[in-house]
């Protein structure tokens, strides 16, 4: 039998202790208990369960169904209901979130037992499933062509963002459609023609194409497209068909004239920085750190930052820089994404971003375009872009890469699933690292192949341009400071903060040093009231934001954090002493630096699965009694920090391709 992660979520303790006997006695691990909705999502987070017990009736009176589609929604976990009635409307109700199964109060182990085998049984195959989907879906979505797919009435059942982009449409107004009713054509003859073929294809399980008609879009524009038609096969029976349109108007239509001519990098040439910014500040804060570099290195060079990150309007951009600031988005799982603020679907927001990025980059044309980290953006938001871009030839594409993205394996995997490194061979002309192969080598971890390693470059890592790095000093404290940060805010704030207030709290009378704590811009509001409360009466000061954690960093005798890229060069450049505790959410980055940064000699790592008040009491005060492990590195110069500074010294090496007219 193999062993499943269980969470029981019930509000009643005498059934909570019957089940978790019951569940451990036959072999399976309780991860947790809950009688609450928060509480079930905070032990989830912590411990992602493979299988939920889940209570209809919470205390609080919190509701188990709602709270049993936000797990299955953000962990994809199994569901088994536990009720008194299984009547008709109480099933109906659990339908919508898939439930795995039932159990009716009172129960025995064999339910239990029978009900985990069945629910593990059947969920690993409707997992395997919607992988099977979702790796259509990301197929499609990245597709530069307009693609739709029907059901075998017909109906469009799914349409990628290059389809909402050629009719002029969102997503959700094409879906659920009949695709005849969706597309429209020049002439009635074609229209009739097209719902003929539609309906051979279905009938004869064959493809069909047309080699050009004239597409009619609902605001009267006019485009020449080729149609290819593929049936679905199942069971040798059509059930369903994926449509294919190419827009031919921008192959056949003239291109500009004139004479490309090379220039070197530098005055006059136009550059766009595209940094997805889903989650935190990292990304914001190292390609406004490179434009600063360039912007100050190339007179004349203009430079547009195009951002999702809300907080982008808090920094300054300089002269010769501007930003556009796309709709937010927020990471709600690995790989899944939803609206930060407007209210409209996860596809929808996918659609809005992709169509703006289009039209921007085809307005500002730029020569140089560096994509930070995510080589087709969030979703493939960038892939009509690079499609479009590639097409014209005009211009430079990069991507740059920090040091570690997350396991080897899982980014192998996954990029050899959704076609990255043919991404990266066709569509990029370079590839750099914003790090050291000393620390971390992405080349050889994440398997590039020969042709791609040949043009990824190594520029060292990135911090703030122009500031000096701090020098080795005898250190004095009257009070000693401590700082805790945890990067934007989006992960780490109960169990880096939490914990480090826990612990003041508990060890006060042996505690000698003062804090000050970065809750970051994205805390939520609830937690921040929380730790304003832990922190009463304590020698702690918090803030929400700060430009820049130099001056803190530079003051503190020992810096609590996590370890997120643009964290970890902060304390290379600036701090003393550090205790590390790696935020883990969605992947493992930041505990591989984490563990990595500890192998060299630089810093104490805390796993978060580690961190008690007792622990982090205990490497604190080891920290504060040992060296300044950071400040003999940036004597010895071991870990170089000049990443902006080589980053403008490659764009000084390249050419940049323009239209002359003539």
Known sequence: MISRKVLIVEDEMIVQMHLRRIISDIGHEVVGTAATTAEALAIALEHPPEIVLMDIHLAQGDDGVDTARLLSDRHDCAVIFVTAYADDKTIERTAEVDAAGYLVKPFSDANIRAAISTAAAGHGRRRKEREREKSLSSVLVTMGDAIFTTDATGLVTFANPRAADLLEQPIHAISERKLTETLHFVTAADDEALASTLETALRDARSESFSQLELVTPAGREIAVEIDIEPVI???????????????????????????????????????????????????????????????????????????????????????????????????????????????????????????????????????????????????EMRPSLDWLTNQGTCTCILGLRDIIDRPEYVQELWHREGIYDVLRDLYDHVVVYGTKAVYDPVKEYGFPDELAAKTHFVNYVCDPGEAIAEMTDTQYDVPLVAVSIGGGDGGGDKVIGTFLDMFARYRDKIEYRAQILTGPFVSPELERELRAKAEGLPVTLETFVPSTKPLFREAALVVSTTGYNTATDLLAHARRAVLIPRFLYRHEQVIRARRMEELGLVTCLHPDEVTPESLFDAIRASLDGPEKLTLARKDKRIPLDGAQRFANFCRSLEVTSLRPT
């Open 234 to 380: 199942e069971n040798g029976r059509a059930t369903g068909l994926i449509v294919v349109l190419r827009d031919r108007s921008k192959q056949d239509a003239p291109r500009p004239t004139g004479t490309l001519e090379k220039r070197p990098f530098g005055a006059d040439t136009r550059l766009l920085v595209y940094s997805h910014d889903t989650f935190g500040l990292g990304h914001l804060r190292r390609s406004l750190n490179l434009i600063r570099e360039l912007v100050q290195e190339f007179p004349g060079l203009s430079a547009l930052l195009v951002t999702g990150s809300p907080m982008v309007h808090r920094y300054t951009m300089p002269m010769g820089a501007d930003y556009l600031k796309l709709p937010a988005v927020q990471k709600v799982a690995s790989e899944q994404y939803e609206a930060r603020s407007l209210s409209i679907t996860g596809s929808d927001i996918h659609t809005l971003r992709s169509n703006l990025l289009l039209r921007t980059i085809r307005d500002y044309d730029p020569n140089v375009l560096l994509v930070d980290h995510s080589p087709v953006g969030m979703k493939g």
